[in-house]
Every structure is written in structure tokens, then in C-alpha cells.
């Protein structure tokens, strides 16, 4: 949010009518201690511009705020949204009902995280469906809001289903779903328990906060007696052994997130890197901090597109083949060759491709379509004006936009850069990442196997990923399987590191420190398990750096399969965010099953596969060798397949949610 900022956001406080379940005025309605208005405003006092909904002129006009009222009275949220956008004079509108008491301007800000030029709404998700009364709205729609109100639209979903929408899961909020809750009687203004385990996942500049309830200890400590000391029944705790310094958290419960959530998740915690000026010969591949815009037309000047002769339309208005025009050649003109002497009726120049048009002539015909001397051309038909002439700015306008901030520059880019002088340009300098690979029974290629051993593949495969999204490798190291040794690193290489990717030691075995070292380095968590096969066994963290920003954790599976199925499926978007990249979602479509899919699928499962085309239709091919422990199926992948949780075995010819990997 640091790009986006609150300031580029007014803030809507619908503030609701006389409530027959409350008895009165919602607004003034005490929660916890203060009015449930002047709740809202304390929540939302780093917005430039706040404002809000009222029904009538009376309702609150003893606070020295802006209000607006609806065009229309009992006509609901949407007639109020009318007035909202018209009122609003920032790029986003932040539209929140006052009987929601936990959304803040840090809620605003996590949606706000997520804006790109394309999206119009930007909306919560709940378990009970998208929350139209705590999301952003692009202030730009108030033509549409009040054009669809005028032929009777009245409810918020049926506008916002013809918008360009990002969808934020409530997983992605520091409440989750309670984030969202709002207050319908009198006894939901009592205070009530919280759970236990809150979400962790926070957008503050500062970093991450922890939300879980936790205890400090030190030494090694059983989850499972934890959970008799809490009363929980020991089948629902964690299984698994952690080792802890003194004065060490961790939480008590595991935090498994759906694959949506924890790439959300993941996306939250991430921070693009900083700037730096590059100079156009190393721009190839980096990201752009900053929109670029022309500073001169292209071509700069009218132009000949041929080899061949420029001269007046009007002296060949009544040329024919049986009568034509002849013209007096007063010179030729080359590629980079001005002239001053302009085309007088009767007269030409000999033109080569790329010269700019002399004065006075407005027509060029190639020289092949003539016949000609030193001294003259004959013309055997008229010509309009303009006839194969490239006019000025025909390309690329003066000010024209030519990169926008978060693009990939490519090699077109490049060209066009050129074309306009540009020897440089501001992006984000590439971000440092360091690789940890675990495992006592891993060895490098190209050194005698041991027996019981395997040959190390993930490190190649993940440094050179890595390196194709535009990260710099400071460096790869295989580590036994240590938890101290672990942790050494894991604090060593936060230092210097934007990113730390670790694989291995990630589920609950004897040997399995991922999580510990993650802890004792003093990260804080964000996720810790993924509700998806194969990559359940996926966590993250962040740590602060000494001086600023901070470093992001990523746990993934010591299985190749596992591993790569959560970098791609969940992992992309935060590793992109961190590049500076605005692009971060991944295109997906709908495609039809190639082959039947014949296992259920409890969690979420992902397929690695192929855009296959046959008889003039699209399908996705499932690829051979989908285990957990298996590269192979990533040889020849394009697209992966999501199979919801809950599916049974599908036939052929299914049609499924598939996307697309990009770099």
C-alpha cells in the first residue's frame, strides 16, 4: 500500500436508517465502549476524505462532517451509492455499512493492496457470499451506478456482477470472516469471546502482526499436551514435535489455509523492492517503477514508405494512361537528406524509403509504376492526397503511454525506448534471493552415491525459475537435516535476502524442522499449511531486516513434485508482487478434461498438463507422473488444472478451471 495510499481513497460510511430490530438510529448505537459512528470515523482517520451517507438532511448533522444524501428515500445501499460516487473526488471509494464494527482502514488497505488499472470493485468474499458494504469502488463508475439506478437497478450485486471485480477471500484479513461481521440486534452489541486462532495475515508497513494466541517457553514441548492443558481432545491438536529457544512463540493450532487464501496470504506479506535508474542496454527483462510516456511522434516526420518519386496530387487530378502527367525531377532525396526547396506544380523529387517528404508535395508513388530520365517522371493515373505517405505520429503519439509501472520490458519495449531517445530508465532492481535445500539423504550431482541416497534436483530446477522471473540467486546451499544449522542460516541470509526459498523438513516427521527454524529465527508465520494436493506441505514466514523492509520466508516440500506444484499454484503472485510487477494473477480459463480424471479429490488437487488442440477444439492434457516425488510431468507443462475440493472421479471431456503459467 505504500504506492497506493490511502490518500488516492475517500472513505463512505453508509450510516443506515432506523432499525426496527434496534429500535433507533444504528449510528449512535454503543458498541464496546463508544458509538458505533464514532467508531467508524476513529477507524477511518487516515483517509484524505471522509464523508458520509445519511437518509435525510437531519440524520447526524451534529458531526462537522460532509454528508450526502440519498436521491431517494428506503431505496437501499445501491441508491446510496449513487450519491457516494458523485461525491467522491479520489481515484477509489471505500464504501463501509457503520454497523460493521471491525473493518478499519487497514481492511481498506489489504483491498486497496490488490488494485490494477483493469479492476473496477475490489470485494470481500465470506463464507456467505461477496460483502458489497465493506469493499472499494472505482470512483470513475458513477456514470454507470447512476445510469443503471435510472433504469431500476436496486440491488448492489446485480451492478457489481457487470464490473470488472477482484475477489479477495476473507482468509486474507487479520479477522478472517469476523472481519466482516455486522451487527443485526440488540445482542450482538454484547461483547462476545473471540476464537481462539485469529488470522495472521496483515498489509502494515511495519510487518506482519502476529495474531495467534501463544505461549512462551523454552526447551522442547508436546503439542499434544498443550491441547489437554486447553481441554481440547488430543486427536485435534498437533502431532509433531517443535524445539523452541527461551522466550520462543509459536501457535497452538495449525493454520491450514485453502490454496486461494494462502496465495493471498502470500501476496499480503510481500513488498516490491526498490528503485534504481538502469541504463537501456540492461532493461531487458526488468520491471518498469515507473509509466513511461513518448516524448516524441513516430516517425517524427511524414515519411516515404518506397523507393520512388514525391510530388502534388492536384498535377495528376486528369492523368491517364493514354495522357500522363509529366514531371519535372529537381533532385533525389535520401534517407536522412532535408530539403528546403518545396514541390511546385509540374515538379517532383526522386524519393528513397525512409526520406522525409519534401515541402509542398503530398503524394508518392514507387518508382516501378513509372517510367522516368534524370530530368523527368510520367505518371500514368491520378492519386489522391495522402497516397503512400506515412504520415507523422502515425505510430506513436507525442505523450503516448509506451510502458506502464509493473510491465515486464520486453524486447519491442526496448525498441520503442530507442526510437525515443531514452537511454534509461527507473525499475526495480532485481531482488536478492538465497535457496536452502534440506536433507541428510540428499547428494550433488556429479559426486559418487552413496547408498540409501538420492542425487539433489530441486535447487537447479528452483535457481533457474527464479532467475527467469527476474530474481538475482546470492546463493544455493544443501543443508543436513540440523535445526540449529537451519536456523543459522535462515537468520544469516534474512539479512541480505528479499526472498528465502527452503525445501524440505516441511511435514511432522522426527527430522521435519522447517517450522521450528522458522520460529527460533524469529519469523512470523503466515501460513503453515495448504489445503491442496500435492503442496499441503507448504508454510511461510517474514522477518524484519535490520535497517528496513523485510524478508520473505518460503517452506516448500522436499518432494520435487509437491514442491513445484506450490511455487507455481500458490507462490507465483507474491514472487511477482516482490518483482514489482503488477500482473501477478495467472490467466485462467475453462477447458475440457482430455483424459477422465479418476481419483476423488478431498482438498483442492492441481494437474500439471498441456494446452492439447484436436478436431478444432481446445482441451487440457493431464501429463504422466503427477506424484508428489515426480519432476517429469513439469518437462513439457504449460497450464495446471484446479480440481475442487469435494470432486468426485471426472469423466472425460469435464470441463475444469485451468491457468495458464506466465513468466
Request: aromatic content about 6%; proline content about 5%.
Amino acid at each position: 500500500m505504500k504506492e497506493m495510499g490511502l490518500k488516492r481513497c475517500s472513505a463512505a460510511i453508509l450510516c443506515g436508517g432506523n432499525s426496527v430490530r434496534m429500535g433507533t438510529d444504528k449510528a449512535v448505537l454503543v458498541f464496546e465502549g463508544e458509538r458505533l459512528i464514532d467508531r467508524k470515523l476513529r477507524q477511518f482517520q487516515a483517509f484524505e476524505e471522509i464523508f458520509l451517507s445519511v437518509r435525510n438532511e437531519e440524520q447526524l448533522k451534529e458531526l462537522n462532517i460532509r454528508r450526502v444524501t440519498d436521491p431517494e428515500k428506503n431505496q437501499g445501499p445501491f441508491c446510496a451509492l449513487v450519491s457516494i460516487l458523485a461525491a467522491s473526488g479520489t481515484e477509489w471509494t471505500a464504501v463501509c455499512a457503520v454497523d460493521m464494527p471491525y473493518v478499519d482502514a487497514e481492511t481498506m488497505e489489504t483491498l486497496l493492496s490488490y488494485a490494477d488499472p483493469d479492476t473496477e470493485v475490489i470485494i470481500p468474499v465470506t463464507e456467505k457470499g461477496f460483502e458489497p458494504l465493506a469493499a472499494v469502488y472505482r470512483s470513475a463508475l458513477r456514470d454507470r451506478v447512476r445510469a443503471a439506478y435510472r433504469q431500476g437497478t436496486r440491488r448492489m450485486m446485480d451492478f457489481i456482477q457487470t464490473c470488472r471485480v477482484r475477489e479477495i477471500p476473507a482468509a486474507a484479513f487479520v479477522r478472517g470472516e469476523e472481519t466482516f461481521r455486522n451487527l443485526n440486534t440488540r445482542m450482538d452489541l454484547c461483547p462476545r469471546r473471540s476464537a481462539s486462532t485469529e488470522r495472521i495475515i496483515s498489509p502494515k508497513e511495519g510487518g506482519i502482526a502476529k495474531r495467534f494466541s501463544h505461549v512462551e517457553f523454552s526447551g522442547k514441548f508436546h503439542a499434544a499436551a498443550d491441547a489437554k492443558t486447553r481441554g481440547m481432545e488430543e486427536s485435534q491438536s498437533d502431532s509433531f514435535m517443535w524445539s523452541f529457544q527461551e522466550n520462543s512463540t509459536r501457535p497452538l493450532t495449525r493454520n491450514r489455509m485453502e490454496p486461494l487464501a494462502a496465495a493471498c496470504a502470500l501476496k499480503a506479506a510481500a513488498e516490491p523492492v526498490s528503485k534504481e535508474e538502469t541504463a537501456l542496454k540492461d532493461l531487458a527483462g526488468r520491471v518498469a517503477a515507473e509509466d513511461v510516456f513518448a516524448k516524441i511522434p513516430l516517425p517524427v516526420f511524414d515519411k516515404s514508405p518506397y523507393d520512388g518519386y514525391a510530388f502534388r496530387a492536384e498535377d495528376t487530378v486528369s492523368a491517364s494512361r493514354e495522357k500522363p502527367a509529366v514531371l519535372r525531377v529537381l533532385g533525389v532525396l535520401y534517407a536522412g537528406d532535408v530539403t528546403e526547396i518545396p514541390v511546385k506544380k509540374g515538379e517532383a523529387y526522386r524519393i528513397m524509403t525512409g526520406a522525409a517528404l519534401p515541402p509542398g508535395a503530398d503524394c508518392i508513388i514507387n518508382y516501378e509504376l513509372t517510367s522516368f530520365t534524370e530530368d523527368a517522371v510520367t505518371i500514368p493515373a491520378a492519386y489522391p492526397a495522402g497516397t503512400n505517405v506515412i504520415r507523422c505520429g502515425e505510430e506513436l503519439s507525442a505523450g503516448e503511454r509506451l510502458i506502464t509501472r509493473g510491465q515486464r520490458i520486453t524486447p519491442p519495449m526496448l525498441g520503442l525506448l530507442s526510437t525515443q531517445g531514452i537511454g534509461s530508465c527507473l525499475v526495480y532492481r532485481k531482488p536478492r534471493v538465497a535457496v536452502i535445500v534440506t536433507g541428510s539423504e540428499l547428494t550433488l550431482p556429479g559426486q559418487p552415491l552413496p547408498s540409501g541416497h538420492i542425487y539433489e534436483s530441486v535447487s537447479v530446477m528452483l535457481t533457474a525459475y527464479l532467475e527467469k522471473l527476474g530474481f538475482e540467486v546470492t546463493g544455493c546451499e544443501l543443508l543436513s537435516d540440523d535445526a540449529e544449522r537451519i536456523t543459522e542460516k535462515l537468520r544469516e541470509h534474512s539479512l541480505k535476502n528479499d526472498l528465502i526459498v527452503m525445501t524440505g523438513g516441511v511435514s511432522v516427521g522426527d527430522k521435519d524442522y522447517a517450522k521450528t527454524a522458522l520460529a527460533c529465527a524469529g519469523a512470523e508465520t503466515i501460513l503453515s499449511e495448504i489445503r491442496m494436493k500435492p503442496g499441503s506441505c507448504t508454510a511461510a514466514g517474514v522477518m524484519s531486516k535490520e535497517k528496513a523492509g523485510r524478508t520473505l520466508i518460503l517452506c516448500l516440500s522436499g518432494n520435487p513434485g509437491a514442491a513445484f506444484t506450490a511455487f507455481f499454484a500458490v507462490c507465483m503472485p507474491a514472487l511477482k508482487k516482490i518483482c514489482g510487477r503488477t500482473d501477478t494473477e495467472p490467466a485462467c480459463m475453462k477447458l475440457p478434461l482430455l483424459y477422465p480424471m479418476k481419483k476423488k479429490s478431498g482438498q483442492t488437487r492441481f494437474l500439471r498438463g498441456r494446452l492439447l488442440l484436436s478436431d478444432g477444439r481446445a482441451f487440457f492434457a493431464e501429463n504422466d507422473h503427477q506424484g508428489n516425488g515426480m519432476l517429469r510431468s513439469f518437462s513439457d507443462f504449460d497450464l495446471m488444472a484446479e480440481i475442487p475440493a469435494g470432486s468426485d472421479a471426472l469423466p472425460a471431456g469435464a470441463e475444469v478451471t485451468v491457468y495458464r503459467i506466465t513468466w
